[in-house]
């Protein structure tokens, strides 16, 4: 189970990015994939989730600006996100719950056991 997740960077706030999350070694679309992020000085958190029946979650820091999206045929899950704000300054990463265990990270009533690596977002003027 590998995953990578790509696409952060500096941007001014009201700014756009993408991040994506590409997988191998299993397919994206049999298990619940996330995206959390964390802050300097600050706790992982979750930001929002694709379940393998394609239901979406999204923190109330995210709804309405962030959207999640997988492309079954790239294996690929990605984090859309509009209206970039400093506080979304943070390093993202993704994770699915395949194979977690109960002391994995939980969010949403799920555990997350395999992370990708993170990608830095700074969001700044």
Known sequence: VQLQACGGG???????LRLS???????LRDYDI???????????????LISSSDGTWYADSAKGRFVIARDN???TVYLQMYRLKP????????????????SDFEWLGR???????????????
């Open 10 to 16: 500096l941007v001014q706030p009201g700014e756009s």
């Open 21 to 27: 999350c590409a997988a191998s070694g299993f397919s």
């Open 34 to 48: 996330g995206w959390f992020r964390q802050a300097p000085g600050k706790e992982r958190e979750g930001v929002s």
């Open 73 to 75: 045929a790239k294996n």
């Open 87 to 102: 506080e979304d300054t943070a390093v993202y990463y993704c994770a699915t719950d395949k194979g977690a265990h109960t």
């Open 111 to 125: 555990h997350f056991g395999s992370w990708g690596q993170g990608t830095q977002v700074t969001v700044s003027s």
